[in-house]
């Protein structure tokens, strides 16, 4: 059964910093390249950062750029979130997804972790 379970978020003070965790499990972790979205109430879900299977090469959105950093754990089969210099603005529901790069092509999608940021 696969599975993407993301947790880490909570509130936060402007400023301040968090990381969400992404786990994955029932399928080849390698062989995807994971992805961060978020979505605030009311708009359309925001890709924020990538991370390919290969090289782990990372790419982000300008709303983002060298505030997170996108990691990833291959013993772990988990995929980080590091997030920086947080504004309001941050406020939203954070989504992990999976995309294959081999083979069929397959896409997983996490729950969603919570992030508010307000002081």
């Known amino acids: 059964q696969v599975q993407l379970v993301e947790s880490g978020g909570g509130l936060v003070q402007p400023g301040g910093s968090l990381r969400l965790s992404c786990s994955a499990s029932?399928?080849?972790?390698?062989?995807?390249?994971m992805s961060w979205y978020r979505q605030a109430p009311g708009q359309e879900r925001e890709l924020l950062a990538g991370?390919?299977?290969?090289?782990?090469?990372?790419n982000y959105a300008d709303s983002v750029k060298g505030r997170f950093t996108i990691s990833r754990d291959y013993a772990k089969n988990t995929v980080y979130l590091q997030m920086n210099s947080l504004k309001p603005e941050d406020t939203a529901v954070y989504y992990c997804?999976?995309?294959?790069?081999?083979?069929?092509?397959?896409?997983?999608w996490g729950q969603g972790t919570q992030v508010i940021v307000s002081s």
């Open positions: 997804n999976a995309k294959s790069e081999v083979g069929s092509r397959y896409e997983y």
């Open positions: 029932g399928f080849t972790f390698r062989n995807y390249a």
């Open positions: 991370i390919n299977s290969v090289l782990g090469s990372t």
